[in-house]
Nanobody
């Protein structure tokens, strides 16, 4: 399944953006979904994930309290609501899918099966 991200763009410090992740033609019901980001010259960082049933979420310390991951099963879409954006949030954001036992998730690259191509977020100061 090919994942597709959307919603990136150029914003100013303090603004909000909502990223979307979907798999056209496929259901995400059985997949945990994670968001990663990679800034220029930096390693890719797992910042959030949500379990297949939506009962478990994780947010990295770097985004906790500002970003929220959620899932709309009816729309087969996972969202990343980003608020209070900072210049250091500038990166390409990727969503990825994993299948784990139980209602859990892990924002760990090696546990992902499918990846999107990313959407760019730029936060100006």
């Amino acid at each position: 399944a090919q994942l597709v991200e959307s919603g990136g763009g150029l914003v100013q410090t303090g603004d909000s953006l909502r990223l979307s992740c979907s798999a056209p033609g496929y259901s995400l019901d059985y997949w945990g979904i994670a968001w990663f980001r990679q800034a220029p010259g930096a390693e890719r960082e797992g910042i959030a994930c949500i379990s297949s049933l939506g009962g478990y979420t994780f947010h990295a310390d770097s985004v906790k309290g500002r970003f929220t991951i959620s899932k709309d099963s009816a729309k087969h879409t996972v969202f990343l609501q980003m608020t209070s954006l900072k210049p250091e949030d500038t990166a390409t954001y990727y969503c990825a899918a994993q299948m784990l036992h139980g209602d859990s998730c892990a924002a760990v690259e090696k546990s992902m099966t499918y990846w999107g191509k990313g959407t760019a977020v730029t936060v100006s100061s």
